[in-house]
């Protein structure tokens, strides 16, 4: 079952792909999953107690003007199937094999500020340079990591924080007071 996201999401790119509509379908799968995982949508379409039909009615009213109709079938297949959990899990997938096609990434920046429009642009500019992909970076602030940065990107993390610094130079002490 947990390579079912990834059927769904195969089966989506390849209809995207298909018909030409990959740029379309990112940015509408992009809307919905910011949907199902800030609103209570995923909580209607996930509870038991809503019958299959009340959440056809439901998908039809809340996305049925704003998707492409095999996005919107995608949606009500899942709940034909009772699979709703996999709706969010599959659009992740979905975006991410658009994005590989486009030769894109998303890159998560951790800071201790908030970085201005020019430092986001320049480390947007050296990322997209050394990775050769067009980065997307979405910054996050965290005043506890003191300063510097970390970067989740591609499945690597570099971690250049005061916080994590001063941890590294406390383990670093305590295993010299040891020997």
Known sequence: MADLGIRYATALFQISEESGLLNE??????????TLKDDDALGIL????????EKYA?????????IHEDLLGFMKLTVAKNREAFLVPALEKLINMIKVRHNQTSA??????????AQAAQLTATLTRKLGKVVDITVVVDPSTIAGLSI?????????TVKTMLKDLKETVRKGASE
């Open 58 to 66: 439901f998908i039809q009213s809340a996305f049925g003007e704003s």
């Open 25 to 34: 379908y990112l940015e509408q799968a992009l809307f919905l999953q910011n």
């Open 152 to 160: 989740h990107v591609d499945g690597y993390f570099l971690d250049r």
């Open 108 to 117: 998560k920046v951790v800071s201790a500020v908030p970085l201005t429009d």
């Open 46 to 53: 996930t509870h038991p107690m809503i019958s299959a039909d």
